[in-house]
């Protein structure tokens, strides 16, 4: 696990009602017959039905209605991540995408908190209710499936609009709204690999031992081809896919394989040909992250996905919801920055392996690659 909320009453109408009394004086030179008949005269007066006086209705009031200003958003202090994988979180394109999220959170845009919680071995069956599970609980503000997982995003996404859904790689389908489809393609850093493994071979073959022949797996492949051959074009290679996404054994398999049929620098997109390698004492290039750690008698250097970019962008639209009242809106389209833009890079050249001609080799075409000088295209079809 890495660490990294009337009417208003009117007044009712009055009415005035006056009644005007009536009577005749007589005077009498009799004092008290007088005052009798006075008298009696008020009485039959009293009976008589009155005009009735004329009526002024009040002026209906209503009060102006009480109104409250809707409250500012208030700005968020934290953002809680939920990162899913359909896979054991070791593999290199999972922890790619870890270690953006640890480089953002030390980055701390908007002065955010940025935390993460990984869930892995999730099952495509299983992953709308685990999506649904996640948003309803209210712990995280970013959930992250780092696989084809647009379906299920879409299923959930309507029902929890201050969520940012973010979804990773080829197979996907753009959603908009909340949802965010982010993407990579290494076969820029791929392709300096490729030079170093083009170099340093001796047999003139290198291998690729890689999980199922994707986009995002191809693209890097042909990356390295085109690198290798850039610099020795008599390279022959051979590619080996184990139809896996994870199979740490059936890639060593592979992998020996390719070393008895002759390849002595092998590129490993999957866990398991570095302890071939070692055993047969070939090199290996890594993918996806600086992997020299885990066979330095081996590794000569890696390929290194950066999503720091594309994750911002879904970080930015999040942040102007909550904070200023501005919808997200992602586009209906995948966001990804190549190596020019920061995407991607090559790891350091393991010096105790490169010698000083290669490493210098590798450099000027990265040189190259970044100022637009040497253009690498993106080929993502199936390796031939």
């Known amino acids: 696990m890495v660490s990294i909320t009337n009417p208003a009453p009117s007044d009712k109408q009055s009415q005035v009602s006056a009644w005007e009394e009536r009577g005749e004086t007589m005077r009498s030179r009799l004092g008290i017959f007088s005052i009798a008949a006075a008298l009696m005269l008020a009485v039959a007066a009293c009976g008589e039905d009155p005009e009735p006086a004329a009526t002024t209705a009040a002026p209906t009031t209503t009060a102006a209605p009480t109104t409250t200003a809707a409250p500012e958003p208030e700005a968020p202090s934290v953002m809680r991540v939920a990162f899913i994988a359909p896979d054991p979180i070791d593999d290199p394109w999972y922890q790619s995408m870890l270690h953006s999220l640890e480089r953002l959170a030390e980055k701390a845009?908007?002065?955010?908190?940025?935390?993460?919680?990984?869930?892995?071995?999730?099952?495509?069956?299983?992953?709308?209710?685990?999506?649904?599970?996640?948003?309803?609980?209210?712990?995280?503000?970013?959930?992250?499936?780092?696989?084809?997982?647009?379906?299920?995003?879409?299923?959930?996404?309507?029902?929890?609009?201050?969520?940012?859904?973010?979804?990773?790689?080829?197979?996907?389908?753009?959603?908009?709204?909340?949802?965010?489809?982010?993407?990579?393609?290494?076969?820029?850093?791929?392709?300096?690999?490729?030079?170093?493994?083009?170099?340093?071979?001796?047999?003139?073959?290198?291998?690729?031992?890689?999980?199922?022949?994707?986009?995002?797996?191809?693209?890097?492949?042909?990356?390295?081809?085109?690198?290798?051959?850039?610099?020795?074009?008599?390279?022959?290679?051979?590619?080996?896919?184990?139809?896996?996404?994870?199979?740490?054994?059936?890639?060593?398999?592979?992998?020996?394989?390719?070393?008895?049929?002759?390849?002595?620098?092998?590129?490993?997109?999957?866990?398991?040909?570095?302890?071939?390698?070692?055993?047969?004492?070939?090199?290996?290039?890594?993918?996806?992250?600086?992997?020299?750690?885990?066979?330095?008698?081996?590794?000569?250097?890696?390929?290194?996905?950066?999503?720091?970019?594309?994750?911002?962008?879904?970080?930015?639209?999040?942040?102007?919801?909550?904070?200023?009242g501005v919808p997200m809106n992602a586009p209906m389209e995948r966001i990804m920055f190549h190596m020019p833009q920061g995407g991607g890079d090559i790891a350091p050249l393991n010096e105790a392996l490169v010698p000083a001609d290669v490493r210098d080799k590798v450099l000027e075409a990265r040189d190259q690659i970044l100022s637009g000088d040497l253009v690498v295209d993106l080929n993502d079809a199936p390796p031939e």
């Open 109 to 324: 845009p908007y002065g955010l908190e940025i935390s993460t919680e990984w869930f892995e071995n999730i099952e495509y069956g299983d992953s709308e209710r685990i999506f649904r599970d996640l948003a309803a609980s209210g712990n995280y503000e970013m959930i992250l499936g780092s696989s084809t997982y647009s379906d299920a995003v879409s299923a959930v996404m309507g029902d929890h609009p201050d969520v940012a859904f973010v979804y990773a790689g080829s197979g996907n389908d753009p959603l908009g709204a909340n949802a965010f489809w982010i993407d990579t393609f290494i076969h820029e850093p791929a392709y300096l690999t490729g030079v170093a493994a083009g170099m340093m071979t001796e047999t003139d073959k290198i291998g690729v031992v890689a999980n199922f022949p994707f986009p995002n797996v191809n693209a890097p492949i042909n990356g390295y081809l085109a690198g290798a051959r850039s610099v020795n074009p008599d390279v022959d290679f051979e590619v080996t896919f184990i139809e896996s996404w994870w199979d740490p054994a059936t890639a060593k398999e592979a992998a020996a394989a390719q070393i008895a049929a002759g390849a002595d620098v092998l590129y490993a997109i999957v866990f398991g040909v570095f302890e071939a390698a070692e055993e047969a004492g070939v090199y290996g290039v890594g993918d996806l992250i600086d992997v020299q750690f885990l066979a330095p008698d081996v590794v000569l250097t890696s390929t290194v996905a950066k999503w720091d970019q594309a994750i911002e962008v879904t970080i930015d639209a999040w942040w102007d919801q909550m904070a200023n």
